[in-house]
Antibody, heavy 121, light 113 residues
Framework: EVQLLESGGGFVQPGGSLRLSCAAS????????MAWVRQAPGKGLEWVSI????????YYADSVKGRLTVSRDNSKNTLYLQMNSPRAEDTAVYYC??????????????WGQGTLVTVSS | DIVMTQSPDSLAVSLGERATINCKSS????????????LAWYQQKPGQPPKLLIY???TRESGVPDRFSGSGSGTDFTLTISSLQAEDVAVYYC?????????FGPGTKVEIK
């Protein structure tokens, strides 16, 4: 059974930093793209970033480019999202999701429960 | 960027009746290598993460009831729930995965009439 467990959410001040983690199990992590999707309170889904299986290809939404950095450690079956200089508009539940394929051209076939990030002074 | 739109924003359907949700992409999402459209549908129930229902526009994910079906090609797509059940109350999102950013539609809320 695929399991994705996000951690690291919480309160962060604007201009601070926070790192989210997603521990994966139940599948061969290094064979699949992985993504982050967020959902602001009461709003729809916003795709944030996707990283190919090898980590060679990384893509970001324009709204986070230059501030959020996605990475993965295939030896630890873990996906990361580094949030630098977050803004109030980054407040959201952040979901980790497994891609359906090796490449970034993937739909998202398994999702974690999400972790809430609140950016506030 | 490919912009995804959905209609209607919400709909109320009687139990056992058909629900139809439309999704339109601002450009074609046809992957010519396999002649499939890079279009997925997700269901999100209150307080839960999204769940993949349909991919390649019309392929049902394993375990998804066959009352859910996807159709369409190119830029126009449809999710149909053939006989609405109480457990289908949710918000439904389409997403293109043809090219980054892998944009979602704004969602359609389905309720019981």
């Amino acid at each position: 059974e695929v399991q994705l467990l996000e951690s690291g959410g919480g309160f962060v001040q604007p201009g601070g930093s926070l790192r989210l983690s997603c521990a994966a199990s139940g599948f061969t992590f290094r064979d699949y793209a992985m993504a982050w999707v967020r959902q602001a309170p009461g709003k729809g889904l916003e795709w944030v970033s996707i990283l190919s299986a090898s980590g060679a290809d990384t893509y970001y939404a324009d709204s986070v480019k230059g501030r959020l950095t996605v990475s993965r450690d295939n030896s630890k079956n873990t996906l990361y999202l580094q949030m630098n200089s977050p803004r109030a508009e980054d407040t959201a539940v952040y979901y980790c999701a497994k891609g359906s394929a090796y490449s970034s051209m993937s739909c998202l076939d398994n999702w974690g429960q999400g972790t809430l990030v609140t950016v506030s002074s | 960027d490919i912009v995804m739109t959905q209609s209607p924003d919400s709909l109320a359907v009687s139990l056992g009746e058909r629900a139809t949700i439309n999704c339109k992409s601002s450009q074609s999402v046809l992957f010519t290598s396999n002649n499939n459209d890079c279009l997925a549908w997700y269901q999100q129930k209150p307080g839960q993460p999204p769940k993949l229902l349909i991919y390649w526009a019309s392929t049902r994910e394993s375990g998804v009831p066959d009352r859910f079906s996807g159709s369409g090609s190119g830029t126009d797509f449809t999710l149909t729930i053939s006989s609405l059940q109480a457990e289908d109350v949710a918000v439904y999102y389409c997403q293109q995965y043809y090219t980054p950013p892998l944009t979602f539609g704004p969602g359609t809320k389905v309720e019981i009439k």
